[in-house]
């Protein structure tokens, strides 16, 4: 009967162990989520982006410049959404989940729901496409998105220069003073909400 008892014991503690790690780690991911963290985030993806500029002549690395430039965009994209939805998120962020509207690398439509406009969409479009891929793979999960945003490629561009002519359109049709622009824009739009919403308190 004693060692049933010790089993029971152990039992218990070991429930009481878990739903404590379990309250702690919800606790620990709703602190991560401060919009705070998410500008943190960007400014570091940012400067190391361009520390990238000076080899932006190859192709591959001209990928992961543009990803690494997408991905701040969207922490600080996300940053402001969270800032904006806080009210929507609390149920989400109480099962320790990442809300629904979080979980994409759709520059576009973030941007869209930070309440941020953009004056070009085809940049945003294309540096979606480096995040989902371009920068971190050689091919997409889909052939049809191969060409993706960038349609307009003559057939004698397509084929074995495919690499060189993509990543030709990417460094024309996005400059770095465009990069930098969508970068201070998206920083800045943060900056203001969370500035907004602490005088609002």
């Not at 010790?6 to 780690?25: C, N, Q, S």
């Not at 953009?118 to 191969?146: D, F, H, M």
Request: aromatic fraction near 10%; charge should be positive; proline fraction near 4%.
């Amino acid at each position: 009967m004693f060692h049933n008892l010790v089993r029971l014991l152990k039992f218990i503690e070991g429930k009481f162990i878990k739903a404590k790690m379990v309250d702690d780690d919800k606790q620990a991911f709703k602190f991560l989520l401060n919009p705070q963290n998410w500008e943190e985030y960007g400014d570091c993806l940012a400067r190391a982006a361009y520390k990238l500029e000076s080899e932006r002549d190859w192709p591959i690395t001209n990928y992961v410049y543009f990803m690494l430039i997408g991905f701040a965009l969207e922490n600080y994209y996300k940053g402001a959404i969270i800032l904006l939805r806080n009210n929507k998120h609390l149920k989400s962020i109480e099962k320790g989940e990442l809300p629904k509207d979080l979980k994409n690398h759709n520059l576009l439509k973030l941007a869209k729901n930070a309440k941020l406009p953009i004056a070009n969409k085809s940049y945003i479009n294309q540096l979606s496409e480096c995040v989902r891929w371009r920068g971190r793979y050689p091919t997409p999960l889909v052939a049809e998105e191969i060409y993706g945003k960038i349609r307009h490629f003559p057939p004698k561009n397509r084929g074995a220069s495919l690499t060189t002519s993509i990543t030709t359109e990417l460094s024309t049709t996005i400059a770095t003073d465009a990069v930098h622009d969508l970068i201070s824009q998206a920083k800045n739009n943060l900056i203001m909400l969370k500035q907004t919403i602490e005088i609002s308190k």
